[in-house]
T-cell receptor, first 113, second 114 residues
Framework: GENVEQHPSTLSVQEGDSAVIKCTYSDSASNYFPWYKQELGKRPQLIIDIRSNVGEKKDQRIAVTLNKTAKHFSLHITETQPEDSAVYFCAGNGGTSYGKLTFGQGTILTVHP | SQTIHQWPATLVQPVGSPLSLECTVEGTSNPNLYWYRQAAGRGLQLLFYSVGIGQISSEVPQNLSASRPQDRQFILSSKKLLLSDSGFYLC?????????????FGQGTRLTVV
């Protein structure tokens, strides 16, 4: 099955700085990689995703890059704001069509004003 | 639009008592359904998934079971809760088509076993 490793476990930045979170996956059949943001006590919500036929995707201040050869993908947040503070999860689907996602352990991002 | 309902939001149960958490999805048919558990606010662990009525796959051996009696209803159960069953339980659904596997989560149930 799929195994997803996520680093770092905690990340602290100053407002306006960039933040980068990295994930590696084990199953070369994985073809869908979403990123979720979870605020304290709330449900995880999708912020961006990437499929294996694309190397990079951007949505305003958020971007995701995928290196299929190395089996790793990264989340980049530019011009961070205090409201970006949350736990971020990466995931991979192991190439299944069932939407069965394997999640990384999460990164606690804190943006200091 | 599609919505997912999960209840209750919080639950405190004694050790050895039964458990039943329910999840329903509206606005879609034949969704894939999932139960995840999150311990200590980190790490979403997939417990069960279902691709159709009566079809349940278990990801990890445990004290819990799942059932799907209707297309858009997913139930998580236990006959006797353990202290280690405490956690944040999240139901989720996805459309299941090969190119669209985003998972949408319910609000979660915070279970405390005492």
């Amino acid at each position: 099955g799929e195994n997803v490793e996520q680093h770092p476990s905690t990340l602290s930045v100053q407002e306006g700085d960039s933040a980068v979170i990295k994930c590696t996956y084990s199953d070369s059949a994985s073809n869908y990689f979403p990123w979720y943001k979870q605020e304290l006590g709330k449900r995880p919500q999708l912020i961006i995703d990437i499929r294996s036929n694309v190397g990079e995707k951007k949505d305003q201040r958020i971007a995701v890059t995928l290196n299929k050869t190395a089996k790793h993908f990264s989340l980049h947040i530019t011009e961070t704001q205090p409201e970006d503070s949350a736990v971020y999860f990466c995931a991979g689907n192991g190439g299944t069509s069932y939407g069965k996602l394997t999640f990384g352990q999460g990164t606690i991002l804190t943006v200091h004003p | 639009s599609q919505t997912i309902h999960q209840w209750p939001a919080t639950l405190v149960q004694p050790v050895g008592s039964p458990l039943s958490l329910e999840c329903t999805v509206e606005g879609t048919s034949n969704p894939n359904l999932y139960w995840y558990r999150q311990a200590a606010g980190r790490g979403l662990q997939l417990l069960f998934y279902s691709v159709g009525i009566g079809q349940i796959s278990s990801e990890v051996p445990q004290n819990l079971s799942a059932s799907r009696p209707q297309d858009r209803q997913f139930i998580l159960s236990s006959k006797k809760l353990l202290l280690s069953d405490s956690g944040f339980y999240l139901c989720a659904w996805s459309a299941g088509s090969y190119m669209n596997t985003e998972a949408f989560f319910g609000q979660g149930t915070r279970l405390t076993v005492v």
